[in-house]
């Protein structure tokens, strides 16, 4: 699908809403704050980011290059100034505000804790020493594997506080893929859990993390366990320690390193078309700028907002949204541990009533599901101090969205679909809720001092009003990645090289109607999006291969009504082609593999066995053709150069499933 920038635009939505008028009134960016700020961004760009860098961040050392671009597209942003990311989320806030409430937290089974902005700093300050303790200097790599509890934040903000690189790694993935980004990294420390839960479940989060470690990642000197759940867990001596005795023995104080404003904050890895998961590296200055101004523009925060990202620190989502941004603009967040449908689908609702949510941040893929079960269940609950809705991940089809307006924005909230990317840091292109009209499915504008636009396979601007082409970026902005861990040839090939490092190129592609307004069509590359998160064929392909059955494997995404992509596998075996319910055993047995391999998100939905894979004749899959297969699509691609035709009703075969799995 590479080359397809000709894609027409197929929707054709109409309505359009307003922002409401006293969310306008009150809001910290209006239509002439908004248009105050374009100009300002406009006139002198970098002069724009180099003021909201001074007004937002606390400096230990101010900075006087604002952008650095000797090595572009290795751009650097306030490179001789020095700070504390930590500082800027925690100490900021002690004299005014230490005694609100910085945390509110709920585990899966309904027990509750609040945390104070003072005691989030002691906290921190507790586990930053017991890292220190531990060996862990400033530059290097703590690989965070945790149920999402308050300690996950604790050990993110603990990093930061020292300068070490924090990497998270989504809990739902599974041993070897932590594994792989252990070593990656070469981190010296791992923090996880006994274990997590979710969906009633418990997810045995150290016994992966030993079956990670054991024999390999020999980087790792300690691995510190924090109690969740208080079931029985190895403890190997001389690496394992519990999290509560580490900080049993550290002091509540702790100076914050000042490090320079281009020191990595964190790694957070991430799929791509092609190979393994690329190790994103963001900065500190940079990335806390627009994580901030972020949940002040788009989220309009404030401190007495509760606001609530449901997004996995696992994901940046949950970087920037949960463990930084709403941190460093001094609000309350909600952390919650468990499943959206545990033990009903009406645990998001119950959860905005029972910590008065009043800033609320989801998928498109968990409104989509929650809607499917109907307006009762958000009935039940006290909903009304919602008062901003935001959604994130995939494109939000305007239904879902008329839903999430209605039933839980009670048509008196704006709602913030917000366009952004792991590599982006933060939010790029989005509705500024008390300015942007918004329409449903549209992430509308983009925000001040982000040059977004479409361009053409040539990389020329598209100018006519709902014609497709590629999504880009045409001038560096402070939350940028900085590079891909170890591999900086990846970082230029995947995201400048395409128009000769004139622009970010995304990887989306995306038009423009009438008004402007940005409409996201989707990946332009081989990555899927499933349920909102990331995966690359590639990825699910060499999964497969991996198996000792499998000879080749191919892999394609498919509409799903609720996941927004499905995965279809197409399998050749080194022996013959299964039938009946041998074929059905083994589709079984490859799904349960890809989940050990990579995790449950990358299990494919449906698994298809053929004699061979259609290829062109230079040997590339023919993925396009395998799509329309899976959709039950016509043929209209050329299958001239097939080996052999009579492969085609193979591919349209599907394995019969087991009724119930
Ligand atoms: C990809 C980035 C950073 C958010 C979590 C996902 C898709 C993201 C939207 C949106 C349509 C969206 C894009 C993008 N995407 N937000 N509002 N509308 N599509 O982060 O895993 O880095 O994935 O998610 O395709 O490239 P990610």
């Not at 000797?70 to 005014?96: I, M, Q």
């Amino acid at each position: 699908m590479a080359d397809e920038t000709d894609i027409e635009s197929i929707l054709h939505e109409k309505r359009q809403f307003a922002p409401p008028e006293d969310f306008a009134e009150h809001a910290r960016v209006d239509a002439k704050k908004l248009k105050s700020l374009h100009e300002l961004a406009a006139t002198d760009n970098a002069g724009f980011w180099g003021q909201m860098a001074r007004d937002e961040i606390e400096w230990h050392t101010a900075f006087t290059q604002i952008l650095d671009e000797s090595e572009a597209p290795n751009y650097r942003w306030f490179t001789d100034g020095k700070l504390n990311v930590s500082y800027n989320c925690l100490d900021v806030h002690l004299t005014e505000r230490g005694e609100r409430i910085a945390i509110r937290f709920e585990g899966e089974e309904g027990d509750t804790r609040k945390i104070t902005y003072r005691e989030l700093h002691a906290l921190v300050c507790r586990f930053a020493n017991a890292l220190k303790a531990q060996g862990v200097e400033t530059g290097d790599r703590v690989v965070i594997y945790m149920p999402m509890i308050p300690e996950a934040v604790i050990a993110m903000q603990a990093c930061a506080r020292i300068g070490a690189i924090h990497s998270v790694v989504f809990g739902g993935f599974s041993a070897s893929s932590l594994r792989d980004r252990i070593e990656d990294a070469g981190a010296k420390l791992v923090v996880t859990a006994d274990g997590g839960r979710r969906a009633g479940k418990i997810v045995e989060l150290k016994a992966a993390a030993d079956l990670a470690l054991d024999g390999s990642c020999p980087s790792v000197e300690t691995v510190i366990v924090c109690r969740r759940t208080g079931q029985a867990v190895n403890m190997k001596p001389g690496r394992d320690i519990w999290w509560d005795e580490v900080v049993e023995a550290a002091p509540e104080d702790c100076q914050p390193a000042w490090i320079e404003a281009e020191h990595p904050l964190f790694l957070l890895y991430t799929s791509g078309s092609t190979g393994r998961p690329k190790g994103v590296q963001h900065s500190s200055a940079g990335y806390l700028l627009n994580a901030k101004l972020t949940c002040r523009w788009v989220f309009d925060l404030r401190s007495s907002d509760v606001f609530w990202c449901t997004a996995d620190v696992g994901w940046v989502t949950g970087h920037t949204y949960v463990a930084y941004g709403p941190l460093a603009a001094g609000a309350t967040i909600l952390i919650y541990e468990g499943a959206p449908t545990w033990p009903d689908g009406g645990r998001f609702w119950k959860n905005c009533q029972r910590h008065n949510v009043t800033v609320f941040y989801t998928a498109p893929t968990a409104i989509r599901a929650l809607m499917k079960l109907g307006d009762e269940l958000p009935a039940q609950y006290d909903l009304t101090k919602l008062r901003l809705l935001g959604t994130v991940g995939e494109p939000i089809n305007p239904e879902a969205w008329m839903w999430y307006r209605r039933v839980i924005g009670g048509e008196r909230c704006p709602i913030v679909d917000t366009w952004w990317q792991t590599e982006t840091g933060a939010i790029m292109i989005s509705p500024m809720p008390g300015a942007t009209p918004t329409k449903p499915g549209s992430c509308t504008r983009a925000l001040p001092g982000i040059d977004a636009d479409i361009v053409d396979a040539s990389g020329e601007p598209i100018t006519k009003s709902g014609a497709g082409g590629y999504l880009v970026i045409k001038r560096p902005w402070p939350s940028m990645l900085r590079t891909i861990w170890r591999d900086n040839e990846r970082y230029l090939e995947t995201y400048w090289e395409k128009f000769g490092n004139r622009y970010y190129v995304a990887g989306d592609s995306a038009h423009r109607d009438r008004d402007g307004y940005f409409w996201i069509m989707g990946r332009v590359d081989d990555v899927l999006n499933v349920a909102g998160h990331r995966l690359g064929t590639m990825e699910v392909e060499s999964a497969l291969v991996a198996h000792e059955q499998v000879a080749e494997a191919a892999v394609v995404g498919q509409p799903h009504d609720i996941k927004g992509e499905a995965i279809l596998a197409f399998v050749v075996l080194k022996g013959a082609r299964p039938n009946g319910s041998d074929a059905e055993a083994l589709a079984g047995q490859l799904r349960e593999w890809v989940a050990e391999q990579i995790g449950a998100i990358a299990k494919p939905d449906e698994i298809r066995f053929a004699d061979n894979l259609p290829k062109t004749r230079s040997g590339k899959i023919m993925r396009r053709l395998l799509r329309d297969i899976g959709r039950g699509e016509e043929i209209t691609e050329d299958t001239s150069t097939l080996e052999n035709e009579g492969i085609l009703d193979q591919l349209r075969k599907k394995v019969p499933k087991v009724p119930g799995t």
